[in-house]
């Protein structure tokens, strides 16, 4: 990744907490520029060039996130599907298969029978991929509470010592959660 832009149209209020403050009928831009995600991707990969902006909006199914991330080599859509096919913990998902909305994926996860609608996995929309001259652009969907579940159980092994390859730890936490890169 040569340099990453993401918007991330997130949640407007936690969803147990939508009684108190929830948003009807508007977007609320973040104050500033970045927003925290880009930043805390840096944690990880502090040599990452990212920026991040972000909104809340009138929803508690998860987040939104477009990106726009500049690759290295000019790699064609086929590469770039491929790496996102291969990698754990992201499913495609597809507009022409009917899964056109947050609240779709959402429904998609109530289909699979996922106790509270969970998603584990990161949801991207495989037929709105657009790759041109070395950019990616994409559009994903995060459930931000239970995304981050796999990855404290996987923590907390490499913590523990109870599993030392990373790899490992995740088929693993995969196999006990059923998680899968295929939703249909």
């Not at 508007?26 to 040599?47: F, W």
């Amino acid at each position: 990744v040569r340099k990453a832009r993401v918007v991330v149209f997130r949640r407007g209020t936690d969803p147990w907490e939508s009684h108190k403050n929830g948003l009807i009928n508007t977007v609320v831009p973040e104050a500033h520029i970045p927003s925290h995600q880009g930043p805390d991707a840096q944690t990880v990969l502090p040599k990452l060039d990212i920026t991040t902006m972000a909104a809340k909006g009138p929803f508690n199914i998860g987040h939104l996130h477009f990106a726009m991330v500049q690759l290295k080599n000019n790699p064609e859509r086929k590469d770039v599907l491929k790496v996102l096919k291969n990698a754990p913990r992201l499913a495609p998902v597809r507009t022409t298969d009917g899964v056109d909305s947050m609240n779709a994926v959402a429904e998609m996860m109530r289909d699979l029978h996922r106790a509270r609608a969970d998603m584990w996995e990161v949801a991207y929309w495989e037929d709105i991929l657009n790759v041109t001259d070395g950019e990616a652009n994409l559009v994903y969907q995060v459930h931000n509470e239970s995304v981050v579940v796999p990855e404290n159980v996987d923590a907390i092994r490499a913590l523990t010592g109870l599993e030392t390859e990373g790899r490992r730890s995740i088929a693993k936490t995969d196999d006990a959660l059923g998680i899968t890169n295929k939703f249909l």
